[in-house]
């Protein structure tokens, strides 16, 4: 059996920004922001064939304080998209999503290649820079999701405890959805890849099920410690309202 990965020309990818040109259509015409869309296409576009580059060069050079650099940028711009959908950011969010998505991401990172691959190398790049993607992106997701809920609830005359929970539980949402999902109705982006590269379905599976843990678990850690941090934020508030 021919093992080596699927070619794709790029005529033959070009066409899968087909259905996405629908959907801008489709937002265009119900007067939507169809160019945030075309704006977020096009930046995908750019960024994916810049990590490329990027990727390359990180790998080759094998250098411990690259992969520390590219953590802790990828830890830094996560926590800054996390909070786009707020109205009011601010320094005090964002350290509080710094301080989540990091704190929580790095000791599920330390814990993945250190203790479950147990890596000869502790910065291997090609494990260690496509690991902590996942982890700050679904953490940043997370947190952004908890983050939203949480202040829409807040600015309801929900309690703390009240937007607390109701935030966490739909924050939660996409990632329990996704558990119960894997193997049912989705195959995700890493077991795909190995089977596609030839891998043993079974060894891909245990893979998958390891990205499954990391995931859930550093999302779900994060998401509970930037609400727990909004505590510190929403006292003042809260003892005014009390008055």
Known sequence: ????????????????????????LVMRIWSLDA??????????????????YVLTFVFEAENPLIIVAVVVLMIALSSWIALRPLESKGISRYLAALMAIGACGLAMLVLVTQM????????????????????????????SLAAERFEAEFARDQNFREA??????????????????????????????????????????RYQIMVMC?????????????????????????SRSDR
């Open 214 to 238: 990391m995931i859930f678990g550093s999302a779900g850690l994060a998401a509970i410690a930037y609400l727990q941090l909004q505590a510190r934020v929403v006292a003042p508030r809260e």
């Open 116 to 143: 479950i691959l147990e890596l000869q190398s502790w910065f291997e790049p090609r494990v260690v820079v496509p690991l902590a993607g996942m982890i700050f992106a679904n953490a940043m997701n997370t947190v």
């Open 164 to 205: 607390r929970t109701v935030a966490l539980d739909a924050a939660l949402i996409p990632q329990l959805n996704a558990l119960f999902a894997v193997g049912l109705v989705s195959l995700p982006g890493m077991m795909t890849g190995q089977i596609l590269s030839g891998v043993d379905p079974l060894i891909a599976a």
């Open 35 to 52: 160019w945030s869309a075309i704006y977020a296409n096009l930046r995908m576009l750019l960024q994916l064939l810049l990590i490329g």
């Open 1 to 24: 059996m021919d093992t080596a990965p699927i070619s794709i020309p790029l005529m033959s990818l070009l066409l899968g920004f087909l259905p996405g040109l629908l959907v801008v």
